[in-house]
Structure formats: structure tokens, C-alpha cells
């Protein structure tokens, strides 16, 4: 069993350490891995590497509340975070320089989908993250605009045409986080996105009388990538443009509400993907150009988005690795007036430092999480960490 003793400085900008016999080359009698200031719990997490992924390469973890077995995109708090997963926060390799993420979605007490931003270049060397939890006072640090290529889940009563959107037809309604297009109404984004990378969207087709066109396209030369409801003409496919149509047709759009991915591998493919389904793979008139994100309805028609963003795409994806065990950090805090504290050094020496140390807190880490009683009088032999 792990058992160390931690330090933490409460009158100040603290940081917590997670104290650990040192490995093959490092010095010292415990080495301290730093940990995220006011979070009890974290996990490590190892993602693997995948040619062409680079930097700032978005991942999509599953976090249950309950207990469970790790595996790959899915991981279990064990009930020691907060039901709305609020508390949840990722960090990178270093373990405190916390990563971009957004939450797609949660079932309050049950699970959680979170896309996170690993910065680590991805690349040929896999990269550990780490996730932390059981902080009850903090809320969401979730932010799409920060995690993502391009995001839009359309906030306040109108549409960015600032920075984000351009309305080419009609007036587009923006009510309870829903973009809302009724009749003839069309719109593309005012940033193109090209080849490796993919686009997802919350979709709903309200009303489907005429021509219902999601995804992405360019004018010139004219390059398109396209689901399309058109009962007009009996269309139910999807759609590549380049020189000519490649169409095929899928399984009747309906009007229910569903998550719609557009997967464009290099130049060699593209695959529609519907509610985590592959419903199409286009490997001819595969469009090279960087293409906007588009909207269209015609007269007697009308969808809502809930969300939509880009994010990097490469095949295959860089894999998810192990996950570790469960690390606790308990607190206990008072006045210690007397002690003395023993720091081991950098060279293996020990610096003793004493005196009085009333805004400190001391926090004991142990893997079964039952933590130890710091004893009354002088600590000599404790190990503590700066």
C-alpha cells in the first residue's frame, strides 16, 4: 500500500502534492507529483498515440457516476462526484494545467459525455490525462468554444453574424438554445474547415415537405457534403459533390431528434455517421477544398439545431489506453505550533523546517482512501511535501 503525508500552504496560492517513492533516475526520499488543488479524487488515463493526430487533438470520454469497471472511453466515479458532474475537471500530463472540455451531454446521477482538448502532441507517443472529481462547491468549467475547431450552441435570441455565421435567405429564429429555420431560410458559417476534420450536429427535422439540406459545401469551385430529406423528390441520401453527385440513399430520415457526424478522411473518404451509426461511406467525389458548414430548408419545411461544432479528425483515432486506480487526497486541517518539518531535497539531503504553522493544513493520500491521523508533538520523521 501507497500511504504519504502532504502539505499544503492554506494561506497562500497553495499547490497539493502527491508524494511517491521516486523512480529510476530521480532523486530525493519521495518525489512529489502535483495534484489539482481542491479536487479529492483522480484518475490517470493514458491515450495513445496515432500518426497525424498533432496537438489540441479532441477525445470523447463517458464518465458514470456509480461504480463500474474502466475500459477504454468509459470511466466510473464511484459516487464521489457531484450528480450534474460539475466537479468533473481534466488536467494534462503534468497533472494541474487543466484541459479545454465541454460537456455534450448528462443524465443527472448516471453518466456524462465530455469531448476533452488534449494538448500533448499525440502524434507518435502516447500521453497521460488526468481526471479529477469530488469538489461539491464548483460548478461546470465546460466551454465548446474553447475545446473545439468551430461551436456554436446558440445562446441569447439571435445568431452570431459577428464572428461565426452568415445569413444567406431569410431570418433564422434563436430561442432556448435552438437555431430554428422555418421556410426558406439558409445559412453558412463564416470559417471553412478542411480535409481531417469532422462536423457534428444535434439536429431535429420538425416539419420535412420539401428540401431539408445538413452539412457542408463551397461555392467555388463547388464542393458539397450533404444529408438531405427531400420529399420533393423522394430523396432520403446523403450527398458528395465534386465535378458531379454521388448519391446514396439511407434509411428515412424521421422526426425525432439525433446526432449527426460528417467524418472526412483526407481525401480517401467520407462517412455519414447518424446516433453513432455508420449510415453511409462516400469514396468517390471526395471533396479536397475546405468547405463551410451550411443549413437550407425550403417553403414547407422546418428544423431545429441544438448544437453543432468541429472538431480534428484523423483514421484510425488515437485509441484510449488504461485507466488507473482511484488516488484519494484527505484533509485535515488545525494549528501545529510546535511541529518541525522534514523536506527531503532535490540532492537526497533532508531541510528541516520548524516553527509555527497555523495556516496549515496537512493531507494524507492512501489508495483505499482511509487516510491516517497526523499524531500530537514533533513529526521528525515525516516526510512532508513543500
Request: proline fraction near 4%.
Amino acid at each position: 500500500m501507497v500511504l504519504s503525508v502532504l502539505l499544503i500552504n492554506c494561506s497562500a496560492a497553495p499547490m497539493t502534492a502527491l508524494a511517491r517513492e521516486p523512480a529510476p533516475g530521480e532523486f530525493g526520499a519521495l518525489v512529489y507529483d502535483p495534484w489539482l488543488n481542491g479536487f479529492p479524487y483522480r484518475k490517470s488515463h493514458v491515450i495513445n498515440a496515432a500518426s497525424g493526430a498533432g496537438t489540441n487533438y479532441q477525445v470523447k470520454i463517458t464518465v458514470h457516476y456509480g461504480a463500474g469497471t474502466d475500459s477504454g472511453a468509459d470511466v466510473y466515479l464511484n459516487s464521489h462526484g457531484r450528480t450534474d458532474f460539475g466537479d468533473v475537471r481534466f488536467t494534462g500530463s503534468d497533472g494541474v494545467t487543466q484541459l479545454s472540455c465541454w460537456m455534450e451531454a448528462y443524465t443527472s446521477g448516471d453518466k456524462a459525455t465530455f469531448w476533452v482538448k488534449v494538448t500533448d502532441d499525440l502524434s507518435s507517443t502516447a500521453r497521460t490525462i488526468y481526471l479529477y472529481y469530488g469538489n461539491s462547491v464548483v460548478t461546470t468549467t465546460s466551454n465548446g468554444d474553447n475545446t473545439f475547431l468551430f461551436f456554436d450552441d446558440f445562446p441569447g435570441s439571435s445568431l452570431d453574424t459577428t464572428t461565426k455565421w452568415t445569413i444567406t435567405y431569410g431570418t433564422p429564429l434563436v430561442e432556448n438554445g435552438y437555431v430554428k429555420f422555418q421556410g426558406v431560410e439558409r445559412i453558412r458559417s463564416k470559417s471553412t474547415f478542411g480535409t481531417n476534420t469532422s462536423l457534428r450536429i444535434r439536429h431535429k427535422i420538425i416539419t420535412s415537405g420539401s428540401d431539408i439540406v445538413w452539412g457542408m459545401d463551397s461555392a467555388t469551385p463547388q464542393q458539397s457534403i450533404w444529408f438531405r430529406d427531400a420529399p420533393a423528390v423522394s430523396e432520403d441520401v446523403t450527398r458528395t459533390y465534386v465535378t458531379a453527385w454521388e448519391i446514396i440513399n439511407v434509411p428515412a430520415y424521421d422526426l425525432t431528434e439525433r446526432i449527426y457526424d460528417i467524418l472526412r478522411n483526407s481525401s480517401t473518404n467520407v462517412i455519414f455517421i447518424k446516433d453513432g451509426s455508420t449510415i453511409a461511406t462516400h469514396t468517390v467525389r471526395v471533396p479536397s477544398e475546405s468547405l463551410y458548414i451550411v443549413n437550407s430548408s425550403d417553403s414547407s419545411d422546418e428544423a431545429w439545431w441544438d448544437w453543432c461544432f468541429i472538431r480534428k479528425f484523423i483514421s484510425p483515432e488515437p485509441a484510449h489506453g488504461s485507466w488507473g486506480s482511484e488516488d484519494v487526497l484527505i484533509t485535515q486541517a488545525g494549528s501545529a505550533a510546535s511541529w518541525n518539518w522534514k523536506v527531503p531535497a532535490v540532492d537526497g539531503t533532508e531541510k528541516v523546517r520548524s516553527g509555527s504553522a497555523t495556516n496549515w493544513s496537512w493531507v494524507t493520500f492512501q489508495n483505499d482512501g482511509t487516510g491516517i491521523t497526523v499524531p500530537r508533538g514533533t513529526a521528525t520523521s515525516w516526510q512532508w511535501g513543500p
